[in-house]
């Protein structure tokens, strides 16, 4: 048992460019596919993997800084700092429920599909760790594990069907036939989208206003094309982190780059993983007559979007002052300000690509992200604790990416209940949210079959 767990660990710490390279690679074989395409599908994807690392590393490497700047121009003190999930996903790895949670969601996945009740074909083992972090979070809250393994298959269970709901928006907006977005961040925060659409089309004038850069675009000329958009947003930043000249023109051309690249590399992801989910759809449904799958993939794929980036790159500043206004934040948002488009992706989807839309939704959703993780801090820090990561016996660890992750929050509280306030504030407001989006969904399926 102990070589098993010990040969999974090692696949899991290959990382998700390697990995999930591999699995493509067998699903494919599985397939039915040759040997030849399904190397080259594998090959395709890690490329694509490599290269969003590389565009976010570009992003963090350039904007973190910039980010502490103006925190420190403002005046803005926070004394904790988020280390984001490249930080956070390593040590959810490391825990002991880690291991079990990728066959229990598998197996979750099966059942579901078994009976009927989702419609997902989950591929994305490596978001797996999104549950994991779940069943960890509640282990170190309960001290039991078994409760932990039952948060896995709860989280689990809820991004598949998140996946359902959303699939009609990945489809028609994204234009990804055939494909859901299970994630454990993206799918989270997609609920608030559908609520917050539902609130904004019954406010006068404003359900009218629609800032999207293919409009603006046509209507303003070359001033809105994305990359000179991403320099400006560059420009802009620098100016408030109060670079120099030479700082603030390197900013803008950084981040031109970041809007001009990121679909680039997206695209290997979707040229590898197209034509399996193209096969594996067709495989089920001649199996499962009068059934339409879907394959559930990562969410990296939506960041090729335009409006994800452009959304992306304008939340750097606006997350950092939401940060400030948060009652009692310790957090100073770090680590994920380059990877904010998957908290507001499917956001982008709901609205049709309204900016302005995404907006007002995107400030909700880090506003409840920056709050829950305040409250996760402790929890955290004794997963890092146990992962042998903490530098010294005082530091404390957060992550906004999944410490901030409002259904982790629930079910914890539910288990635990040491925070029934904060429970009934976030459960309820996202009970709302989900009972809409059942609603809504329903809607879009429907217009989907006419």
């Given at each position: 048992m102990d070589i098993i767990l010990d040969l999974v660990q090692y696949f899991v710490d290959l990382g998700a460019a390697v990995m999930l390279p591999i699995v493509i690679f067998v699903v494919a074989i599985c397939l039915g596919q040759s040997v030849g395409k399904a190397i080259k599908s594998g090959i395709s994807i890690g490329i694509g993997f490599i290269g969003i690392g590389l565009v976010i590393s570009l992003m963090l490497n350039n904007l973190a800084p910039a980010a502490q700047a103006m925190s420190a121009n403002f005046g803005i003190?926070?004394?904790?700092?988020?280390i984001g999930w490249p930080g956070s996903s390593p040590m959810t790895w490391a825990s002991k429920i880690a291991l079990v949670?990728?066959?229990?969601?598998?197996?979750?996945?099966?059942?579901?599909?078994?009976?009927?009740?989702?419609?997902?074909?989950?591929?994305?083992?490596?978001?797996?760790?999104h549950?994991?972090?779940?069943?960890?979070?509640?282990?170190?809250?309960?001290d039991s594990y078994m409760l932990g393994i039952a948060a896995v298959a709860v989280h689990a269970a809820f991004a598949y069907k998140i996946g359902d709901w959303f699939a009609p928006t990945t489809e028609k907006y994204f234009g990804?036939?055939?494909?859901?977005?299970?994630?454990?961040?993206?799918?989270?925060?997609?609920?608030?989208?559908?609520?917050?659409?539902?609130?904004?089309?019954?406010?006068?004038?404003?359900?009218?206003?629609?800032?999207?850069?293919?409009?603006?675009?046509?209507?303003?000329g070359v001033i809105c094309d994305p990359a000179i958009m991403g320099a400006i947003m560059g420009v802009v930043i620098g100016i408030l982190a109060g670079y120099d000249v030479r700082g603030i023109l390197s900013l803008g051309i950084q981040m031109a780059a970041v809007i001009v690249l990121m679909p680039v590399v997206v695209k290997y992801i979707m040229g590898g993983l197209m034509p399996i989910s193209e096969v594996a759809r067709a495989k089920l449904q001649k199996k499962f007559k009068n059934s339409k799958f879907y394959i559930g993939l990562d969410c990296a794929l939506l960041l090729g979007d335009p409006v994800v980036v452009t959304a992306s790159l304008l939340f750097i500043p606006i997350t950092i002052i939401i940060a400030a206004l948060v009652p009692g934040n310790q957090i100073l948002p770090f680590g994920d300000l380059p990877t904010i488009g998957f908290f507001i992706a499917m956001a982008v989807g709901v609205h049709g690509g309204n900016l302005f839309r995404t907006l007002i939704t995107g400030c909700v959703v880090m506003f409840i992200t920056i709050w829950v993780a305040n409250q996760m801090i402790?929890?955290?820090?004794?997963?890092?604790?146990?992962?042998?990561?903490?530098?010294?016996?005082?530091?404390?660890?957060i992550s906004l990416d999944q410490g901030g992750n409002p259904v982790t929050y629930i079910i914890t509280q539910i288990l635990s209940c040491t925070n029934v306030l904060g429970l009934a504030a976030v459960g309820i407001f996202y009970l709302i949210c989900v009972v809409c989006t059942v609603i809504w969904s329903k809607k879009q399926y429907a217009s989907m079959d006419d």
């Open positions: 003190s926070m004394n904790l700092i988020d949670a990728i066959p229990v969601a598998i197996i979750i996945n099966l059942v579901m599909i078994a009976l009927k009740l989702t419609r997902v074909v989950n591929i994305d083992i490596w978001n797996i760790w549950f994991a972090f779940t069943g960890a979070i509640v282990n170190i809250a309960t990804l036939e055939g494909i859901a977005m299970p994630h454990g961040t993206t799918g989270t925060f997609a609920p608030v989208a559908v609520f917050m659409d539902g609130i904004l089309s019954r406010i006068p004038v404003i359900k009218d206003i629609d800032f999207n850069p293919t409009h603006l675009q046509k209507r303003f402790g929890l955290h820090t004794v997963l890092a604790a146990n992962a042998g990561q903490l530098t010294s016996a005082a530091a404390q660890v």
